[in-house]
């Protein structure tokens, strides 16, 4: 089946974990993470989130040349007041994985497993798909090897803690069926501010 090219984009603090135990809103590390996540946004053609990160980060998911904003759950459990379905930007699309799902007006809801709705975005001309996560989302994914460039800012002032907390590759412990293999293609520190962007490519062979 043909899927999109698929970027992830994530910030990382010191211990590698995405996020508190608790599962606050982990928002932006600092002005340029928050400027370089809008840049990547802007090169998308769909923004895809699982749906633990848009309650945790109310996020609207609003992006320039505005890309079709997908939302992935397996329960369908969609909060049909959510700032998602009252704020302006692109066509907003709902993947319900296992559940029945909770049909939101405005919202095109599709009901299967997510190759399967990589393969519809495809063949709906969606080129780059850019996933912002969350863990959960990002391991199924790697899970898939359907990951081709990953996007990291590791943000070395912080500690988020927690043996429970999630990594980037979803719940610790939750170990991939193989390692995936990645070329660090931009390594850009940025002493000043405690961070370092990351960029790393799919190896292709
Ligand atoms: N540091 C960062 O850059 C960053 C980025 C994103 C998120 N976060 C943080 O991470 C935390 C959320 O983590 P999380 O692992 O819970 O996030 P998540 O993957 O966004 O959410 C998990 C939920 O999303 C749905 N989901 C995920 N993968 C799925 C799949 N393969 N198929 C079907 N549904 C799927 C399910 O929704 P249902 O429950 O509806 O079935 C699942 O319960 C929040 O605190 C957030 O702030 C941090």
């Known amino acids: 089946m043909t899927r999109p090219q698929i970027s992830i984009n994530l910030a990382i603090s010191a211990d590698g974990k995405i996020s508190s135990v608790a599962r606050r809103p982990s928002g932006w590390t600092s002005r340029e993470d928050h400027a370089r996540l809008l840049a990547l946004r802007a090169g998308a053609d769909a923004l895809l989130v ?4 848009l309650e ?10 505005d ?4 939302v992935v759950s397996r329960s369908g459990a969609f909060d049909a007041g959510h700032p998602l379905f009252h704020s302006p930007g692109g066509p907003v699309h709902l993947l319900v994985t296992e559940g029945v799902g909770q049909e939101v007006v405005g919202a095109v809801m599709h009901r299967g497993n997510l190759a399967e709705f990589l393969g519809m975005l495809a063949d709906e001309g969606i080129r780059r798909v850019h996933c912002e ?3 959960q989302l990002v391991f199924a994914l790697a899970e898939m090897d359907a ?3 990953l996007h990291l800012t ?8 927690g043996g429970e907390a999630p990594t980037l590759s979803g719940v610790p412990g939750a170990f991939l069926p193989a390692s995936l293999a990645f070329d660090l293609v931009d390594f850009d520190p940025r002493p000043a501010i405690g961070e370092c962007f990351l960029t790393y490519r799919r190896k292709t062979q």
């Open 50 to 53: 699982g749906r633990g990160t």
């Open 56 to 65: 945790a980060d109310r996020m609207t998911l609003k992006a320039a040349g």
């Open 67 to 70: 890309p079709w904003r997908c």
């Open 133 to 135: 996560g969350g863990g």
């Open 147 to 149: 990951i081709d460039e």
């Open 154 to 161: 590791w943000a070395g002032h912080r500690l988020f803690g």
